[in-house]
């Protein structure tokens, strides 16, 4: 398996907006008295709360900071024997296929899918383009 990473500024610029976004909600929360440490979770921008004892939530700003360092980074992991910049351009051609497929699941009416194999997510679809060729 090989890391591939690559840098964008528009990526950058879009995890800072996200960033800031979500402590936004998250200090609105805070100035509300909403949050408490047991409806909390690890997930999102909830990494940068801190616990303080039994009830008191706070911003931890150190983790805000850490964070900020991987904006405009994005990681591929591949077994792919590709140089990066092919491997890199092919991950951003993948919401095309994605939307294709999507596209086709709906033509099809063969929603849901709930398979995870690609053979039986193969097996299901020809079963329904079969079905709608027939019908």
């Not at 500024?9 to 909403?34: F, Y």
């Not at 351009?89 to 497929?101: D, V």
């Amino acid at each position: 398996m090989r890391l591939i990473v690559d840098y964008s500024e528009s990526r950058a610029k879009k995890d800072a907006h996200n960033r800031e976004k979500g402590l936004a909600r998250l200090k609105a929360k805070i100035s509300s008295g909403k949050p408490t440490k047991t409806s909390l979770n690890d997930r999102g921008y909830n990494k940068f709360l801190e616990l303080k004892g039994e009830i008191q939530v706070a911003l931890d700003a150190a983790r805000i900071e850490l964070d900020k360092q991987w904006d405009g980074l994005k990681r591929y992991l591949t077994n792919s024997t590709c140089p990066p910049p092919e491997v890199i351009g092919s991950y951003r051609q993948l919401w095309k296929i994605e939307r294709a497929f999507r596209i086709s699941k709906t033509d099809l009416r063969i929603r849901p899918i709930y398979h995870r194999k690609r053979n039986r997510i193969e097996a299901h679809i020809c079963i329904a383009f079969t079905a709608y060729t027939i019908f």
